[in-house]
């Protein structure tokens, strides 16, 4: 069991969440923290070969896929179209619920292959 020092996976799982955020509200601390992450990372000594390229670019593509798919359910909660239309709106959230269950699962999975990859051993599973 792990009680301090997170491994490669989820460094660059907080780092690519933080990169969405900067993007989208460039605040001074958020760049800070990318910046210690990325310097954490520079500093840990693992192969970075094709595969883990891979799961970090994907990665990156889930977490982006989570957010726009979390603002998605906001927007239904903020608007009256989910109101006026119960039943679309219901629908929809049921939808993008489910889906987001599926990509945090497949973030979990990346974050493990990431470590995996990177020499650690898998330590921790989602359930």
Do not use: S
Not at 19 to 29: F, G, S, V, W, Y
Not at 49 to 54: A, D, L
Not at 72 to 87: E, P, S
Request: glycine share 6%.
């Amino acid at each position: 069991m792990r009680l301090i020092g997170y491994g490669p996976g989820e460094l660059i799982d907080r780092l690519t969440i933080l990169q969405l955020k900067i993007l989208h509200r460039p605040l001074e601390h958020f760049k800070t923290e990318a910046l210690a992450i990325e310097q954490t990372l520079n500093e840990q000594v693992f192969d970075q070969n094709g595969f883990f390229c891979g799961f970090v670019t994907e990665l990156a593509a889930v977490n982006a896929e989570i957010w726009a798919a979390t603002d998605a359910v906001r927007y239904l909660r903020r608007t009256d179209n989910a109101i006026t239309n119960l039943n679309q709106g219901l629908t929809e959230c049921k939808r993008l619920l489910f889906h987001l269950q599926t990509l945090n699962d497949r973030r979990a999975e990346l974050i493990n292959l990431i470590n995996v990859d990177a020499g650690r051993a898998a330590e921790e599973e989602k359930i």
